[in-house]
């Protein structure tokens, strides 16, 4: 689904680092989110923002923040990256309709070393 | 808050047979189900959803089911084909408006 992407694609990055990760769509949507995906785990909320001025920690918020730059804009970073953030990272999109469709982006995977 | 189980983790099953995979949820106030399926290295896609106001929910060779005193909902799968190889995750709503999500099942289906 091409209307929501990710960049960087593919990233590996040392202990201590900052790191941010962006998400971007063109499909409209108010509301995005951003899940970690671990083998054995899953997908799972990290953070979630239901419009520009509404943030909110997901299940598993330590160790991240986001940044709600714009409707189609939603950057997940992190402060001070360590070994077991190493996982891959997917964006999502809905909109405000009941369905609640979460239409989601092609994945970051990152590595820290 | 929700907490969604999803079994089996994994599951073989010949090209032809039927799968089925099932979810149980613990919030009762959830009233949206979707099912996820991600082909290797890429992004998960819904394939069916159910609302808790319907009991199934059928879309050609895949069909799902929800009961919701027992808090479970199944996704079935007839006519496997080597393509519906991947991992598949059921998905609860809960009144927040949130998904969790099931731990997901990878589906093998041989030829």
């Known amino acids: 689904d091409a209307d929501v992407t990710q960049t960087p694609r593919n990233r590996i990055t040392k202990t201590g680092k900052r790191i941010m990760l962006e998400c971007s769509q063109t499909k409209g949507h108010d509301r995005m989110y951003w899940y970690r995906q671990d083998p054995g785990l899953g997908l799972r909320l990290i953070y979630y923002s239901f419009d520009v001025k509404d943030i909110n920690k997901g299940e598993i918020s330590d160790g991240y923040s986001v940044s709600r730059q714009a409707q189609a804009k939603f950057s997940l970073s992190l402060e001070s990256a360590i070994p077991n953030q190493t996982a891959l990272y997917f964006c999502a999109t809905s909109d405000l309709s009941g369905r609640e469709t979460q239409y989601f982006g092609p994945g970051t995977r990152l590595l820290v070393l | ?111």
């Not at chain 2, 010949?14 to 995979?21: K, L, N, R, T, W």
């Not at chain 2, 009233?31 to 159910?50: A, C, M, S, T, V």
């Not at chain 2, 519906?84 to 999500?101: E, H, K, P, Q, W």
């Open chain 2, 1 to 111: 808050g929700e907490n969604v189980e999803q079994h089996p983790s994994t599951l073989s099953v010949q090209e032809g047979d039927s799968a089925v995979i099932k979810c149980t949820y613990s919030d009762s106030a959830s009233n949206y189900f979707p099912w996820y399926k991600q082909e290797l290295g890429k992004r998960p896609q819904l394939i069916i959803d159910i609302r808790s106001n319907v009991g199934e929910k059928k879309d050609q060779r895949i069909a799902v089911t929800l009961n919701k005193t027992a808090k479970h909902f199944s996704l079935h799968i007839t006519e496997t084909q080597p393509e519906d190889s991947a991992v598949y995750f059921c998905a609860a709503i809960t009144g927040a408006n949130n998904l969790f999500f099931g731990t997901g099942t990878r589906l093998t289906v041989i030829p």
